[in-house]
């Protein structure tokens, strides 16, 4: 199919056979290593939820240094994603993958060993950095052995429901190895996967070969250059400014100084990217012209930063309020995991719904289930507030979450066969991004009320106002994708693109043609034809 071309990256040899030519056996076991990885990363943060009030008494942290063990690992993760999804593209992705995932394995048993509340954060600085490598090496191989559309959306969907789902196990595995065993347990479980996970992968993986598309190969020192560590330096110092805040106080010195920085340095990256070829740009900057390019990444702020929320002020309530053991408040999150896996398989519906409208369903379910929240001030209100608020709210935030991530290498179709890594990683920082400043500002907010209330931290004012606070945020995204993203665009240049690849008869169209995707005319031959095609493979598509 004409439009399998267009939308899929360049087929690549891999073992001697295109990725369409491998075993069904092979492929989704890869996937299945993929999807491991995606879960272990985001485990390696959701299973301290439940660890840090014993950490706190273990290593004789403060709460606000506490808050470190989770901030350091977001912390490294969103600043060095760029630069792992650059060194996917322009090095070997089987190899960042590895390295990652083992480099993962092998520090978390050295920080189930430390009795330092330093070396642990440093620690789970690095654990952070090396993690990093994995998410954006993941989607660079999973868009070369799914070169099919419609298996693309499919996988690209499991991939990213595992996410929930790890985000959910970890805290229940995490509560179990705390009231069972000891807080170790919790990171020396990581290489209990990671480690063999890592071996299998240099075998199962295809090897990797350099995109035969007639360019000179570069040097190691040429790839080097097409590096962002600007980018990197200055989300560092965004990121540890707006985490630092509830904790130092926005006014502080160690907040303001990087908060004025970081801006700085990000405009000197930008400025930097315009002032070179757009081919040796980290991120060309005509990527944020990209049609919803720049709102799909705004969506990408939303999904982390609304789960990240409800586990914190949720575990913190029942545990240290309600007195709840740390095992029975991971049970009540369970539904939060299971929904998601479930939503995470609609990958589909994009052949027959614009991204636009799941998007908005999924914020319109986040709406909802934010209000609910905000009333759940009992200990009697979970089954009649917070249960069918996490069904709704986490339903809504994986349709957000998989269909701006449908929607944004769909957009990207013209640079994804060289750069799948790089927008895997802009998406996932986004993520990481808006989960680090989300539960920053949130954290101000519910503390700041809580300060002036007479019940303090015993009473539900504070966690309300947080409530309310993302419930605008919430608001704010819906109207931005109403407002701003245009709708079936991209299906409009692939057929402008599909002509200028062809160039035969049989694939022109015209402008008239053009209009009638949208209705504006019954004249659907031949671009009608086009535009079905492109439909039918209108899953996720790098």
């Known amino acids: 199919m004409v439009a399998e071309l267009v939308l899929s990256p360049a087929a690549t040899l891999v073992d001697g056979l295109l990725p369409s030519q491998l075993s069904t056996i092979r492929k989704y076991s890869l996937l299945l290593v993929f999807c491991l990885a995606q879960l272990i990363d985001v485990f390696n ?23 470190w063990i989770i901030s350091a690992y977001q912390l490294t993760f969103a600043s060095f994603l760029l630069i ?19 480099g993962l394995g092998l520090i978390a048993i050295g920080s189930g060993f430390v009795r330092s509340k330093i070396v642990l954060i440093v620690l789970r600085a690095l654990s952070g950095m090396v993690a990093s490598l994995t998410i954006p090496a993941a989607l660079t191989l999973l868009v070369k052995i799914f070169p099919e559309p419609a298996e693309q959306a499919r996988a690209i969907g499991i991939f990213g429901g595992c996410g929930a789902i790890g985000n959910v196990l970890g805290l229940i595995i995490g509560a179990i190895f705390i009231q069972y065993t000891s807080w170790s347990w919790v990171f020396w479980f990581i290489p209990t996967v990671a480690l063999p996970i890592s071996a299998l992968s240099y075998f199962l993986i295809p090897p990797q070969y350099e995109d035969a598309s007639g360019d000179e190969p570069k040097s190691s020192s040429e790839k080097l250059k097409n590096l962002d560590t600007l980018g990197v330096a200055s989300l560092i110092l965004l990121i540890f400014a707006v985490t630092s805040g509830s904790s130092s106080g926005w006014g502080s010195a160690t907040v303001l100084a990087p908060l004025i920085i970081s801006p700085f340095l990000l405009a000197g990256f930008f400025f930097y990217e315009r002032a070179i070829p757009a081919a040796k740009a980290a991120i060309p900057p005509a990527t944020w012209f990209l049609p919803n390019f720049a ?22 309530l029942w545990q240290g309020v309600y007195g709840w053991q740390a095992i029975d408040s991971a049970v009540h999150f369970l539904p ?68 701006a991530n449908i929607a944004i290498f769909q957009t990207s179709l013209a640079e994804s066969d060289k750069m799948a890594g790089t927008v895997g990683a802009i998406f996932n920082g986004a993520l990481q991004l808006g989960s680090a400043v989300g539960i920053a500002a949130v954290t101000s907010v519910e503390s700041s009320v809580e300060k002036r209330s007479s019940r303090g931290i015993e009473g539900y004012q504070g966690r309300a106002a947080a409530f309310w606070f993302l419930l605008g945020v919430v608001i704010v995204e819906t109207a931005a994708v109403l407002i701003f993203y245009r709708r079936d665009i991209a299906v409009v240049e692939d057929a402008e ?36 095609e492109l439909t039918e493979g209108s899953g996720f598509t790098p």
Request: overall charge negative; charged content about 15%.
């Open 45 to 67: 943060n959701s299973a301290l939820f439940s660890a840090i009030p014993t950490l706190i008494t273990s290593l004789d942290m403060t709460e606000s240094e506490s808050t």
């Open 84 to 102: 792992s999804g650059r060194i996917s593209d322009v090095y070997n992705p089987k190899a960042a993958f590895i390295t990652g995932f083992s």
């Open 295 to 316: 709102v799909l990444f705004a969506v990408a702020l939303l999904p982390y930063f609304w789960w990240v929320t409800i586990f914190t002020i949720f575990t913190n």
């Open 336 to 403: 939060v995991g299971i929904v998601a896996f479930a939503a995470s398989w609609t990958g589909s519906w994009a052949k027959r719904v614009s991204p636009k409208w799941i998007i908005m369903a999924g914020e319109g379910l986040m709406i909802i289930a934010t209000i609910l929240m905000a009333f759940a001030s009992a200990r009697e209100a979970y089954w009649p507030f917070v249960f069918p608020a996490f069904l709704l709210g986490s339903t809504g935030a994986t349709l957000a979450y998989t269909h």
């Open 497 to 532: 693109r599909v002509e200028a690849k062809t160039g035969d008869g049989e694939a022109k169209c015209t402008s008239s043609e053009k209009t009638s995707f949208d209705g504006a005319s019954p004249a659907r031959e031949p671009a009608g034809e086009i535009v079905e």
